[in-house]
Nanobody, 117 residues
């Protein structure tokens, strides 16, 4: 079992920035990839960014150049730095962690990000 707790969401104006955090605990030795997903009202959940234990990253086309995923292994924490935010970035952002080779993943509760003037 892996438990994930997200924080850092809130209300921000277009063009602003936020940093989301996800702290993992439990049986974290099994985790080889972590990521951020988001779901806007009436839309499917979509992948935002992922990072492997080795540090390889992937981003959705819509956030490339604006968002950065990183991790602090000593703190068992993954971050999502979000810059140049747009209204279309508004969504519930959820942290994901797991072992991709067996398609076993764990989810956090999510944190709301609202971009509005």
């Amino acid at each position: 079992q892996v438990q994930l707790v997200e924080s850092g969401g809130g209300l921000v104006q277009p063009g602003g920035s936020l940093r989301l955090s996800c702290v993992a605990s439990g049986n974290i030795f099994m985790v080889n990839v972590m990521g951020w997903y988001r779901q806007a009202p009436g839309k499917q959940r979509e992948l935002v960014a992922t990072i492997t234990n080795g540090g390889s990253t992937n981003y959705a086309t819509s956030v490339k150049g604006r968002f950065t995923i990183s991790k602090d292994n000593a703190k068992n924490t993954v971050y999502l730095q979000m810059n140049s935010l747009k209204p279309e970035d508004t969504a519930v952002y959820s942290c994901n962690a797991g072992r991709s080779t067996i398609s076993m993943y764990f989810w956090g509760q999510g944190t709301q990000v609202t971009v509005s003037s």
